[in-house]
């Protein structure tokens, strides 16, 4: 019941998401910043009930800032040189590189 739930909360926030990119084009960019997911993810961890865990994924989600930073500026860029499907793959995929580097440079130093 507990993942049912936690789907659900995904679902309405991605149908808003999609009704709100029919009325402009500003709030679908801010909705993915609400922390839907973050809250979805410490629920999960916060169940265990160890509050170093939960600390841990706080941390994980700060340092993911700079990688989604990366997605949306290559989303930017891309998209005045490649259809938007692939502009957010190519966007997916310096997400990853940027999430690879901040989560394996530190363990390769």
Do not use: H
């Amino acid at each position: 019941m507990d993942v049912i739930w936690k789907g659900l909360i995904g679902g309405v926030v991605t149908a808003l998401i999609v009704l709100a990119s029919k009325r402009g084009n500003v709030l679908p960019g801010i909705l993915p910043l609400a922390p839907t997911f973050a809250v979805i993810a410490l629920l999960a961890v916060g169940s265990k009930g160890e509050a170093g865990a939960f600390r841990q994924a706080c941390l994980a989600g700060v340092k993911t800032i700079p990688a989604y930073l990366v997605f949306l500026g290559s989303c930017y860029f891309l998209i005045d040189r490649l259809d938007y499907r692939w502009a957010i793959l190519g966007g997916l995929a310096a997400w990853l590189a940027a999430a690879l580097m901040i989560f394996l440079a530190p363990k390769a130093l």
